[in-house]
Nanobody
Framework: QAQLVQSGGGLVQAGGSLRLSCAAS????????MGWFRQAPGKEREFVAA????????YYADSVRGRFAISRDNARNTVYLQMNSLKPEDTAVYYC????????????????????WGKGTLVTVSS
């Protein structure tokens, strides 16, 4: 049974950094594009970042481009989200998700296309 187990997150001051991790098991990780999504209080879940199966292509939401970096280690079956220059509006529950695809280039990932989801981890940015 496929599982995505998230770690990281917590409370950080504005301007600070955090790194989220998402470890996959029970699936052929290198056959999956990976994405990060987030849901802020009172808002719908939204796309944050995506990375292709090889790691050769990444894509970001405009709101995080230049501040966040997604990466993956296929040997460790893990995807990361490095978050820098955090803002209070980045406060949300962050979810990692996997989509089985061989597409070499990434754009926005649609939630309905994702095959597996992590349980989410809370990131709180104080002002």
């Amino acid at each position: 049974q496929a599982q995505l187990v998230q770690s990281g997150g917590g409370l950080v001051q504005a301007g600070g950094s955090l790194r989220l991790s998402c470890a996959a098991s029970g699936l052929a990780f290198s056959n999956y594009a990976m994405g990060w999504f987030r849901q802020a209080p009172g808002k719908e879940r939204e796309f944050v970042a995506a990375i292709s199966w090889s790691g050769g292509s990444t894509y970001y939401a405009d709101s995080v481009r230049g501040r966040f970096a997604i990466s993956r280690d296929n040997a460790r079956n893990t995807v990361y989200l490095q978050m820098n220059s955090l803002k209070p509006e980045d406060t949300a529950v962050y979810y990692c998700a996997a989509r089985h695809t061989s597409m070499p280039s990434m754009g926005v990932l649609r939630q309905g296309d994702m095959d597996y989801w992590g349980k989410g981890t809370l990131v709180t940015v104080s002002s």
